[in-house]
């Protein structure tokens, strides 16, 4: 039998990147995948190349109706939900000189109001039958950037809520468990595409691979892999733990 057998994930920006990469190490272990993105037409898309257990819906995290019709659809399509992937967010520039109190907001709403909804829905769904909430930190949760002030507050606000939800859960006795995963730099197509825009690419590229004592940046693949192993059996024991996947980045 295969590891996510049976079981219906969810996942949130699953177009591209490290969702996409998320959405395809589940399905391929047998989960009913429902690709979710503000870009339906790539969702749609991914969940098409995924075959018949995956399915795709428009979603914009920001928006608790959004959350509430997308999981309505879930539940009427599976009549379960079993894995929540909070994975869409996106890095916000400006050190806090630099940063309005605007952009700050809206960074923190995508990044951080956007797994706070997401979790307390699902566990509305999950509790009783059990769950997994995986949520997408960063490096960045856990080693403070000057540069980017609302994403490092967001992403250790991503950290340490999830393992308040951890702690929710296992003492009330859900069978839910919650953990966070925390990136290095990974080379996503929207990634790759920033390193070309620069006025030195290579000097660019070559920054970045530095802060990273392993040699190189990580693949989406990478963090598919560890959503997979959180989202199954294989981590039962794990609930409010951080899974650091950074080629060393953190110690340094
Ligand atoms: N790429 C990295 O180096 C890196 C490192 C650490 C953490 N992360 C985190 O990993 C997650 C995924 O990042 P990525 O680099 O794979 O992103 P990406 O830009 O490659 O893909 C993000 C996807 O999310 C979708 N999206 C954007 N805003 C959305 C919204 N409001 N609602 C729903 N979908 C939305 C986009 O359409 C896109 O398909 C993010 O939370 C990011 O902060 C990324």
Redesign the pocket.
Known sequence: MKKLQDRVALV?????????AACAAMAGAGASVVV????LG?AQALADSLGNNASAAV????EEDAWRTVLGQVMEKYGRLDILVN?????GAGNIEEISFDDFRQSIR??LE?VFIGSKLAIELMKGRGGNIIN?????GIRAAAHAAS?TAA?SGVRYLSKSIALHCAQNGYGIRCNSI?????L????QAWVDRQDDPEAMMAGLVAQHPIGFLGL?ED?GAGILFLASDDSRFMTGTELVMDGGFTLI
């Not at 920006?13 to 969702?19: E, L, R, S």
Request: glycine content about 16%; aromatic content about 4%; overall charge negative.
């Open positions: 949130t920006g699953g177009a591209d990147g490290i969702g996409a979710t993105d503000i870009d790539r979603m914009d995290v920001r994975n869409a967010g996106g890095a995508l990044n956007s997408v930190s960063s490096i960045h994403y992403k925390h990136p290095g730099y990974i996503t197509t929207q990634m989406p963090i």
